[in-house]
C-alpha cells in the first residue's frame, strides 16, 4: 500500500509548476493621462527606421515608432502596424536606399578594401551582393492603415502634400498610402488617434546640409513657412483631442556625417610642400599686389593665401562668397578653417591620389563652408522655437533631441555602455553617418517615454538600448 | 562487484547543477530522500562523503554505494521594462556518486569516494538579452576522497580524507562592441586541486548520535585557460585567441548534524552548514595577450546557512520510506546576481525510499523538487551599468542508487 502511494507522488510533482513563473506575468504599466489606445507616428526617414543609406526590415523593426509601441503595450497600448517589406526586402542585408528608389540594395557593412595606394583597411561598404529587382514598391494599402507613418525623405511640406503617395511622389508612401491623393496626414488621422508621435522638420535643413550647402541645389525651407505649416499640422493632430509627443530638430552638423573626414585631413611630406608652395605663389603674390592696391583687402587676402606646411593641412576649396578677383586671373580659391566641416562622402581616394584638397579645389557638394553653416543653425534655432511653442500651446510632450544630440557629443552612458557621436566606435549611428543605428533610436524612443511620463503622468518603461543591433 | 562496474560508464555522463551558488548537494540518495542530510546519521557508505568520522559505526565490514541523479532545472527571468520573459534551456544534470568503506580492523576503517558536489550547467541561448554576461556555462568538479576514519572509543568516532579535485569551466558569452553582432568569446580551462574532508561522530546513546564535519576550501586555479574569439573582422586585431588565467574558489563547508532514534520505526534528524561562500569576492579572466581586456566581475558572495530536516520511517525490513525538507540561503547578495549562477533562496522538498530485497542489497530511490523564490537583482555591467530583472526557478531531481553492503 505504501509503495502505491509514493509512486503517485512522482506524477504530481511533475504536474505542479515544474515550470517557474511570476507573480506579475503581465507586466504592467500605467497610462496617465495619456491614452495609448491607437497611436500614429508621422515622420521622416528617422520616423521610418532608416539606417545605413537604407530602409531595411531589420530598420523597420527597431523603429522609434515600433519601440514605442511595445513598451505602450503594457501600459494600454493597442495593436501597432508599420509598412514592413517582405520578400528579398525583408532580408538581413537587403535595403532599400533612397539613392536607387525601387531597387534592392545592399545595406553598408563595415568590409576591408583596398584604396588607389593598394592599402587595405576596414571600412563602410556596400556588400556587393546582387539583389533583384522585385515588387518592393507594390501597394500594401488594402493591408493599411498603417500606424507607422514614417516616409523617408519627407519634409514638413510633405505631410499634407495630396500626391505624395502617387507614383509622382514618394514611392516609400505610395507603397502604403489608401490612394494616391491621400496625404500622410490624412493617412495618420483616418486611424483617429488618441496618441501622436511626430518627428518633422530635419530635412528642411538636411539635404542642404549633406549636399554641401549652396551647390547642392537643395534649400533650406524659410522660417515662417515652417512655422506655419508645422502649427497647421500639430492643429490637425489634436483637433480630435489627441495628446501625443513631438521631437525637435538636432544640431545636424553635429553628426558623423559632418566630424569624420576632419577639414585638414591632408598628410603632406616635406618635398611636397615645397612644389605645392611653389604652386601657389604666383597666386599669394597676386594677393600681395591687390592689398597694395587696396589696404582694406589685407584681412582677405590672409584668409585666401595657400600655405602648406609638413604635417596635417586644412583642403584648398573654392569659396564663391570671397571677392571675385577672376579679372586679375586669381580663383576664389583659400584653405579651409577650423570648424568648417566636409561630409562623410568625399571620395578618399580623390585626396590621395587625384590631389583633391591640394593642387585640385575640393568640389563644394563635399563642403559645409562657415556661411553655410551659419545659415543651417539659424534655421534649426529658428524650427526648434516654433516647435517647443507649439508643445507648450497644445499641452504637448517635447522630445529635446537637440539636447541629447549635444550630450552624446561628450558621451552619455546607457547602462553601462557609453555612447558617442562619433563614426563607427561611438555605437550610436549607422554607417551613413546621419542616421542612428537601432541602438541610437533605442536611445532616441527611451528619450520619447521620458518626455511622454514627464508629461502625461504615465509610467512607461525605458527599453534596454544595449540589447539592441549595432552596425555590422 | 556491481560497483566496478558501473563506475566507468557513470563518470562519462555530462553533470551537474544546483544548490546555495553552485554546489550540488545530492551526495547520496538515502541522504537526499531525508532532505540531504547525513552528517549525524549512519546510513551507509556515502559516510565517506557526509561524515567520515561515523565510517567505523556501519554495520558491515564492507559497505558500498552507488548512484546519481537527474536534474532537470529551469531559471526564467522577467525583464522589468520591457515585460519579455526568458529562460534556459539547461541540459539534464546527471551527478553522480560512488563511496566503498572497509572495516579494516574494528577500530580502523578506510573508504574512498567519487562524488561531485560542485557544478553548474546553465543555457541562457546565445541571444538572450543578458548575453554579455553569459549565455551558457557549464562548471564541473569531480572529487575523488581516499578515506581514512578511527574510532577512538566505542562513541566517538574521526575521520578525514583528501579531496583530490579534477576541475572544469567552459563558459560562451557575447562581446560588447559598437561593431558587430556575434561577437563572441569561448573560455574553457580545466585543472587538478587538492582539498580535504574531517569529520567527527559521536554516538552519545543508542538513541542519540551528533555528527561535526568541515569539508575544506578548494580553490579550482586554471592557467593557460583557451579564451577563443569569434568577433567581427575589426575586431580581429585586438582579440586575437589567447590564453586566459582564472581562480574559482569553492567554499569551505562546515556542518553540525544531530540525529535521533525515536523508535524501531522512526529517525528523526536536523542538520545544519554553514557555507563560507564569502571566499568567492571576483570571477577574474586575466587574458595573456595584451590588448585583450581583462574581465573582472566581482561576485562578492556572502556567508549562507543551510537547514534541513528529515525522517526516515522504516516500514518493514525491506522498505524504509523517507522525506525532507531544506532552507537553502542564496549566497549572492541583490547587486551582485550573475545569471551564469542564477540561484535565489531555495526551498527543498524531498521523498526517498529504499528497497531491500535482500540483507546485503538494496535500491535507493529519491525526488528533490526545489523552489527558488523569486528575486529581483541585478548584475553590474560595463562601465556602472546594471542588468537584471526578475528571476525565479524550479528543479526537479529524480535519483536513483544501489547500495551492497556485506
Not at chain 1, 368 to 376: A, M, Q, T, W, Y
Not at chain 1, 391 to 418: P, Y
Amino acid at each position: 500500500m505504501k509503495k502505491r502511494n509514493l509512486l503517485y507522488i512522482l506524477p504530481l510533482i511533475f504536474t505542479v509548476g515544474c515550470e517557474p513563473e511570476f507573480d506579475d506575468v503581465n507586466l504592467t504599466r500605467s497610462n496617465g493621462n495619456a491614452d495609448f489606445t491607437r497611436t500614429v507616428a508621422i515622420g521622416n526617414s528617422l520616423t521610418a527606421g532608416y539606417q545605413g543609406n537604407a530602409l531595411s526590415r531589420e530598420g523597420q523593426e527597431n523603429s522609434i515608432p515600433e519601440i514605442l509601441a511595445k513598451q505602450f503595450a503594457l501600459a494600454g497600448g493597442g495593436e501597432f502596424k508599420s509598412p514592413y517589406f517582405t520578400g528579398e526586402a525583408g532580408e538581413r542585408g537587403a535595403g532599400i536606399s533612397e539613392i536607387s528608389l525601387g531597387l534592392l540594395t545592399p545595406s553598408l557593412a563595415l568590409l576591408s578594401g583596398t584604396d588607389c595606394n593598394g592599402i587595405s583597411s576596414i571600412g563602410p561598404r556596400y556588400n556587393g551582393k546582387k539583389y533583384p529587382t522585385g515588387d518592393n514598391f507594390n501597394s500594401i494599402a488594402s493591408q493599411g492603415p498603417f500606424n507607422n507613418v514614417g516616409v523617408p525623405g519627407a519634409r514638413l511640406i510633405h505631410i499634407n502634400f495630396p500626391g505624395y503617395g502617387s507614383s509622382q511622389g514618394n514611392p516609400y508612401f505610395e507603397r502604403f498610402a489608401a490612394s494616391p491623393t491621400q496625404t500622410m496626414l490624412e493617412h495618420a488621422i483616418s486611424i483617429n488617434p488618441t496618441f501622436f508621435t511626430l518627428w518633422i522638420g530635419n530635412n528642411d535643413v538636411l539635404g542642404y546640409a549633406t549636399s554641401g550647402g549652396e551647390e547642392g541645389g537643395d534649400s533650406i525651407t524659410d522660417a515662417g513657412t515652417f512655422a506655419a505649416l508645422y502649427n497647421q499640422t500639430v492643429s490637425a493632430l489634436v483637433a480630435d483631442s489627441a495628446k501625443g509627443a513631438i521631437a525637435n530638430i538636432p544640431d545636424i552638423t553635429s553628426i558623423p556625417f559632418f566630424n569624420t573626414v576632419p577639414a585638414n585631413a591632408i598628410p603632406i611630406s616635406g618635398v611636397n610642400v615645397a612644389l605645392l608652395n611653389a604652386a601657389y605663389a604666383n597666386y599669394n603674390a597676386g594677393l600681395d599686389t591687390v592689398v597694395a592696391q587696396n589696404p582694406a583687402f589685407a584681412p582677405e587676402a590672409e584668409l585666401r593665401k595657400i600655405r602648406f606646411s609638413i604635417g596635417a593641412n586644412y583642403m584648398l576649396v573654392t569659396d564663391p562668397t570671397l571677392t571675385d578677383l577672376s579679372g586679375s586671373g586669381l580663383p576664389n580659391y583659400r584653405q579651409l578653417k577650423a570648424g568648417e566641416l566636409v561630409t562623410l562622402t568625399l571620395p578618399q581616394d580623390s585626396l590621395k591620389c587625384a590631389g583633391w584638397g591640394t593642387r585640385v579645389p575640393v568640389p563644394g557638394q563635399y563642403i559645409l563652408l562657415s556661411h553655410e553653416i551659419d545659415k543651417i543653425s539659424n534655421a534649426v534655432t529658428s524650427y526648434n522655437t516654433v516647435i517647443e511653442n507649439a508643445a507648450k500651446a497644445n499641452g504637448l510632450a517635447l522630445v529635446d533631441a537637440n539636447k541629447r544630440m549635444k550630450e552624446l557629443q561628450s558621451g552619455i552612458n546607457f547602462n553601462g555602455t557609453t555612447y558617442t557621436a562619433t563614426f563607427v566606435t561611438g555605437g550610436a549611428f549607422s554607417l551613413d553617418g546621419v542616421h542612428p543605428n537601432s541602438r541610437g533610436y533605442a536611445i532616441i524612443a527611451n528619450l520619447f517615454i521620458d518626455a511622454i511620463n514627464e508629461t502625461y503622468g504615465s509610467n512607461v518603461s525605458q527599453v534596454n538600448a544595449n540589447a539592441y543591433p549595432t552596425i555590422e | 562487484m556491481k560497483k566496478t562496474l558501473l563506475f566507468p560508464l557513470l563518470t562519462s555522463i555530462p553533470m551537474l547543477m544546483f544548490a546555495g551558488g553552485f554546489q550540488v548537494n545530492l551526495q547520496g540518495n538515502k541522504q537526499t530522500g531525508m532532505g540531504h542530510l547525513g552528517t549525524g546519521l549512519t546510513l551507509g557508505a556515502s559516510n565517506v562523503y557526509f561524515n567520515p568520522g561515523s565510517m567505523g559505526f556501519l554495520d558491515k565490514k564492507l559497505s558500498s554505494e552507488i548512484g546519481g541523479s537527474f536534474i532537470s532545472s529551469k531559471v526564467a527571468f522577467q525583464d522589468q521594462s520591457t515585460g519579455i520573459t526568458e529562460r534556459t534551456d539547461n541540459p539534464l544534470g546527471t551527478p553522480f556518486y560512488a563511496y566503498a568503506s572497509y572495516k579494516v580492523t574494528e577500530k580502523f576503517s578506510a573508504g574512498i569516494g567519487v562524488y561531485t558536489p560542485f557544478g553548474s550547467t546553465v543555457d541562457w541561448g546565445k541571444e538572450w538579452s543578458g548575453s554579455k554576461l553569459i549565455q551558457d556555462i557549464s562548471l564541473r568538479a569531480i572529487f575523488i576522497q581516499p578515506t581514512v576514519s578511527y574510532k577512538i572509543t566505542d562513541k566517538i568516532g574521526f575521520g578525514a580524507g583528501l579531496n583530490i579535485v579534477s576541475g572544469s569551466v567552459e563558459l560562451n558569452r557575447a562581446i560588447d562592441s559598437p561593431v558587430g553582432n556575434d561577437n563572441t568569446v569561448n573560455l574553457q580551462g580545466s585543472t587538478v586541486a587538492l582539498g580535504f574532508n574531517a569529520g567527527l561522530y559521536i554516538q552519545a546513546s543508542e538513541k542519540l548520535s551528533f555528527g561535526l564535519t568541515y569539508r575544506s576550501q578548494v580553490d579550482v586555479e586554471l592557467t593557460e585557460g583557451d579564451a577563443n574569439f569569434n568577433v567581427h573582422p575589426a575586431l580581429a586585431t585586438t582579440l586575437p585567441n589567447t590564453t586566459f588565467d582564472a581562480t574559482l574558489p569553492l567554499p569551505a563547508t562546515a556542518t553540525l548534524g544531530i540525529g535521533y532514534q525515536v523508535n524501531d520505526k522512526w529517525l528523526v534528524s536536523v542538520e545544519g552548514s554553514l557555507v563560507q561562500w564569502s571566499a568567492y569576492e571576483s570571477l577574474d579572466f586575466d587574458f595573456a595577450n595584451a590588448t585583450t581586456p581583462d574581465s573582472k566581475n566581482a561576485r562578492n558572495y556572502e556567508d549562507a546557512i543551510i537547514v534541513r530536516t528529515g525522517v526516515q520511517y522504516t516500514a518493514s525490513e525491506k522498505l524504509d520510506l523517507r522525506a525532507g525538507f531544506y532552507y537553502d540561503q542564496s549566497p549572492i547578495q541583490d547587486d551582485y546576481f550573475s545569471p551564469e549562477t542564477p540561484n535565489s533562496d531555495n526551498y527543498g522538498i524531498t521523498l526517498g525510499a529504499s528497497f531491500n530485497p535482500t540483507e546485503q542489497f538494496g535500491i535507493d530511490l529519491s525526488t528533490l523538487f526545489i523552489i527558488g523564490a523569486e528575486r529581483e537583482s541585478y548584475a553590474p555591467i560595463g562601465d556602472g551599468g546594471r542588468f537584471g530583472g526578475k528571476y525565479a526557478s524550479r528543479s526537479f531531481i529524480p535519483g536513483i542508487g544501489l547500495h551492497y553492503n556485506f
